[in-house]
């Protein structure tokens, strides 16, 4: 299973991202699939999950302004950040889970200035 993020950037406070997240060689909708950062300085933190049936999860920090979606067709899966702060500045991963095994792609780096 390969998984590769893309679509990070520099991006003014308030504005708009959108990330992909592209799998291949997978099962991906059998997949849990989730996205991850790792901002300066801390440790990597769970952003949202997605599951195979669409249940959505978000951390506190980004509920209302992050929504993450699937599209099992094209073995993609999306996060849509709107309303971006400094502080979501960081490396963003995602994740596959699946039959026990973890998988993760290399990160993108999201930039918001202030």
């Known amino acids: 299973v390969q998984l590769q993020a893309s679509g990070g950037g520099l991006v003014q406070d308030g504005g708009s991202l959108r990330l992909s997240c592209a799998a291949s060689r997978s099962n991906f909708a059998f997949m849990t699939m989730s996205w991850y950062r790792q901002c300066p300085g801390k440790q990597r933190e769970l952003v949202a999950i997605?599951?195979?049936?669409?249940?959505?999860t978000y951390a506190d920090s980004v509920k209302g302004r992050f929504t993450i979606s699937r599209d099992n067709a094209k073995e993609t899966m999306y996060l849509q950040m709107n309303s971006l702060k400094p502080e979501d500045t960081a490396v963003y991963y995602c994740?596959?889970?699946?039959?026990?095994?973890?998988?993760w792609g290399k990160g993108t780096l999201v930039t918001v200035s202030s």
């Open positions: 994740r596959g889970t699946y039959s026990g095994m973890v998988y």
């Open positions: 997605i599951t195979t049936d669409g249940i959505t």
